[in-house]
């Protein structure tokens, strides 16, 4: 036998003082009905008396000292039990286009989509994250990693200070991250993308490669950046062409806790299985004697 809570069995060396004043109890009760009631019927009601005293003693003692057991989660036996470990894989793709560089976003389009990412990536846990950038720095700046650290470090290292590259250059990471995403996760199931952008890069001829990372099972999550108009409404769209979420930022609204609930409910890649064997947990037998000793207790006729 072994214990969940062996610390608790210290408690046990209590019940020795418990009986300790109940014999005291039973004792007191005893003189005080020798010198109060002489006759000898009353002398055998007075025996009915200390007995019916001394079974809710018991009782009580009992059903300490069985609560008192099961709280030390008393075990024996095993079990076969399964466990797994579930992630999601998320790619974040940041836009560093001279536009983010703009401040109708404070501090700045740039700076904004930098602090979203970096409150984000302190409430995940286990997530696999992996930082692309497109338009003026275009790549994967990171792999898939556990290393939230050096996300948030890269992406204050990468800012838009180039400018943007020739080419349909958001349309590019789509099929990029699409490509990773694949390569990178076993299956369908937990797989996301994060993109933040101000939308200047967002055109129609975005869709095609929208859909197609829907058809790859990745879900979509687009955050806009900056004042709303045509832009706005192109990233819009591109989430809708994704079968996504489309979130703004604007110049004082916190973005991403939206994204974070989403994921919550997501289904979550499974990592691995194990099989282990597990003690069988016994305290409800204590529970329940510790129960019902206290029942018996309180209905034993007085």
């Known amino acids: 036998m072994t214990f969940g809570a062996p610390n608790l069995l210290s408690l046990m060396l209590l019940l020795p003082a418990l009986a300790w004043l109940m014999a005291l109890d039973l004792l007191r009760s005893r003189r005080a009905h020798q010198i109060a009631i002489p006759k000898a019927r009353d002398k055998q009601l007075n025996t009915r008396s200390l007995q019916t005293k001394l079974i809710q003693h018991a009782t009580l003692w009992c059903a300490v000292a069985a609560l008192i057991f099961a709280s030390s989660r008393p075990q024996w036996g095993t079990a076969q039990a399964t466990t797994g470990t579930t ?8 836009d560093l286009s001279p536009s ?3 401040k109708d976003t404070a501090p700045s389009r740039w700076q904004r989509a930098v602090q979203e990412i970096q409150s984000f ?3 995940l846990k286990g997530d696999r994250v992996a930082l692309m950038t497109f338009d003026g720095e275009m790549g994967l700046q990171c792999p898939f990693t556990q290393d939230y650290t050096a996300i948030r470090e890269l992406a204050w290292h990468h800012k838009p200070t180039r400018p943007p ?16 995403i694949e390569k990178r996760t076993s299956n369908r199931a937990g797989r996301a993308m994060l993109i933040l952008s101000d939308g200047t890069s ?4 975005l869709f095609p490669s929208a859909r197609a990372l829907k058809k790859s099972g990745t879900h979509l999550f687009v955050v806009g950046l900056g004042a709303t108009g045509a832009n706005q409404q192109q990233l819009r769209q591109l989430a809708t062409a994704a079968g996504g979420d489309y979130i703004h930022v604007d110049a004082v609204g916190f973005g ?4 974070l609930s989403s994921l919550q409910f997501m289904q979550r890649e499974e990592v691995k299985k194990q099989k282990s064997s597990q003690k069988t947990e016994r305290f409800p037998i204590f529970l329940m004697l510790g129960i019902g000793f206290l029942l018996g207790n309180r209905l034993w006729p007085h």
């Open 100 to 102: 983010m560089k703009k």
């Open 165 to 180: 590259l020739p080419g349909q250059a958001l349309s590019d990471m789509l099929r990029r991250a699409k490509q990773i």
């Open 87 to 94: 992630r999601m894989s998320l790619i974040v793709a940041l």
């Open 121 to 123: 990536l302190q409430q």
């Open 256 to 259: 991403l806790q939206r994204v």
């Open 202 to 205: 967002a055109s129609p001829s």
